[in-house]
Nanobody, 113 residues
Framework: QVRLVESGGGLVQAGGSLRLSCVASGSIGSINVVGWYRQAPGKQRELVAHITNGGTLSYADSVKGRFTISRDNAKNTVYLQMNSLKPEDTAVYYC???????WGQGTQVTVSS
């Protein structure tokens, strides 16, 4: 099983930016679809963004135009650039490969208003 470790979360003010990183212990080139998910207190985990090996991107409507997902297979890393952050973006963010049930431990993102 591939181990995924997220980093880059923190506390920011509304309108600020963060870049999350997810480093895998193994090659992510073997995983076609990787994504970022988030879970806010009292809510279920939801999809934020997906990216395929071919570069196809998918975003939740709530983050379109503000977040950008990317991957660097050579570095075994997936990124999530988050701009124009809103308080409602506050959540624990996880990277994962849903089809393989691979998940990181999560990184907390808190956006103050």
């Amino acid at each position: 099983q591939v181990r995924l470790v997220e980093s880059g979360g923190g506390l920011v003010q509304a309108g600020g930016s963060l870049r999350l990183s997810c480093v895998a212990s193994g090659s992510i080139g073997s995983i076609n679809v990787v994504g970022w998910y988030r879970q806010a207190p009292g809510k279920q985990r939801e999809l934020v963004a997906h990216i395929t090996n071919g570069g196809t991107l998918s975003y939740a409507d709530s983050v379109k135009g503000r977040f950008t997902i990317s991957r660097d297979n050579a570095k075994n890393t997936v990124y999530l650039q988050m701009n124009s952050l809103k308080p409602e973006d506050t959540a624990v963010y996880y990277c994962g490969a849903l089809s393989y049930n691979y998940w990181g431990q999560g990184t907390q993102v808190t956006v103050s208003s």
